[in-house]
């Protein structure tokens, strides 16, 4: 089968020799997924973001309109900001909604690539070296070439975390979307694929800086989140060379989760809950007191996840005690009695 794009210089050849002119009405597009069904899920899940969600919204409707360059990746994009923003899940949630799975992606863990010589792990051996002619490498082809009909997902985890000499032998995929192994036996194919990377580089830098003046008089005249920015900027700068930063298309910068977004947070988990226990005919409700003592004391350093992690420790135990005392129990309530999460049937 012709690798999709040679399909596509096909198609175009066609067309521009055709005598009668292009269809009219809706857009015909190779690639299946509706961008506006696809943000209605990002837009259920993540919350705190809407700058950098409309940012995602315009680069998917550049793909499925499929006027993009033809000789780089769909998109490359840099996402950067705290833990616990969404920076990952967004990426998740993209897979989820075009390939009908979360894990439908080629995800590189890059704090796994600290040192130079690890750069042979997406790079392949060289010659002479062991395993230099299977061209073993750690990208996984078949996601990041995706389908004629949807596009490949790839996802650099922790950009910062890797080596320098890794982060050079990612330029040819930013530029032309190709990467050939050392050994030249094998060339893999970015150029039907969205790349996303993910950073957290100048994060702690930027909270100091908040909690320093967020008192004092730049707060007062709302300067503290443009020099916020400029401590994040600095710091991106400072890591990564000019040449790199320059075959982003966007570097989008992510909100931190304030307590004004616990609320939405904890519907999503709760929605996430329901959705497991719905497989078993069950469903859960929180009362009030539940919800403030589960949102109690957020630290927004962790962001989401902090959350996450008190629905597994502290609700998912109590729902399972609940279950195992009363295992025809259908409807639940959870409500705080005598300073801890009690779970009982509702009616």
């Known amino acids: ?49 809407d700058a950098v969600l409309e940012q995602v919204e315009s680069l998917l409707k550049v793909v499925k309109a499929d006027i993009g360059e033809r000789e780089r990746p769909l998109a490359v994009n840099l996402f950067m900001g705290p833990t616990g923003v969404g920076k990952t899940e967004i990426v998740r949630l993209l897979a989820e909604a075009i390939h009908g799975r979360a894990d439908a992606f080629c995800r590189i863990d890059m704090h796994t690539l600290a040192q130079e010589h690890y750069a042979a792990a997406l790079t392949g051996a060289p010659p002479g070296y062991v395993g230099s002619k299977e061209g073993t490498t750690l990208f996984d082809i078949e996601a990041i070439q995706g389908t004629y009909s949807r596009p490949g997902i790839v996802l650099f985890d922790e950009l910062e975390k890797a080596s320098k000499e890794v982060l050079r032998s990612l330029l040819g995929v930013l530029e032309n979307g190709r990467l050939t192994l050392t050994a030249g036996s094998k060339t893999i194919d970015f150029r039907n694929s969205l790349i996303f990377m993910t950073s957290n580089i100048g994060a702690q830098d930027a909270r100091r800086y908040r909690e320093r003046f967020q008192s004092g008089w730049r707060n007062w005249l709302g ?90 420790t502290e609700l998912e135990p109590a729902i399972a005690e609940c279950l195992l005392d009363d295992p025809a129990v259908i409807r639940m309530l959870v409500r705080v009695e005598e300073g801890r999460l009690v779970v009982r049937g509702d009616g």
């Open 223 to 312: 300067l503290v989140p443009r020099a916020e920015q400029a401590v994040l900027e600095q710091a991106l700068h400072g890591h990564f060379d000019p040449e790199f930063l320059n075959r982003i298309d966007r570097i989008l910068g992510f909100e931190r989760i304030e307590g004004e977004w616990l609320g939405a947070l904890m519907e999503i988990e709760l929605s996430k809950l329901n959705q497991r226990l719905g497989k078993q005919g069950r469903g859960v409700m929180l009362d009030e007191s539940a919800l403030v003592f589960l949102c109690r004391e957020h630290d927004p350093r962790y962001g989401a996840r902090a959350l996450g992690r008190r629905v597994r």
């Open 1 to 49: 089968m012709p690798f999709v794009n040679d399909l596509l210089d096909h198609n175009r050849e066609q067309l521009a020799q055709a005598s009668v002119p292009p269809p009219s009405g809706k857009l015909q597009s190779r690639f299946l997924f509706d961008p506006a069904q696809v943000m209605s899920l990002l837009r259920a899940r993540i919350v705190g973001q």
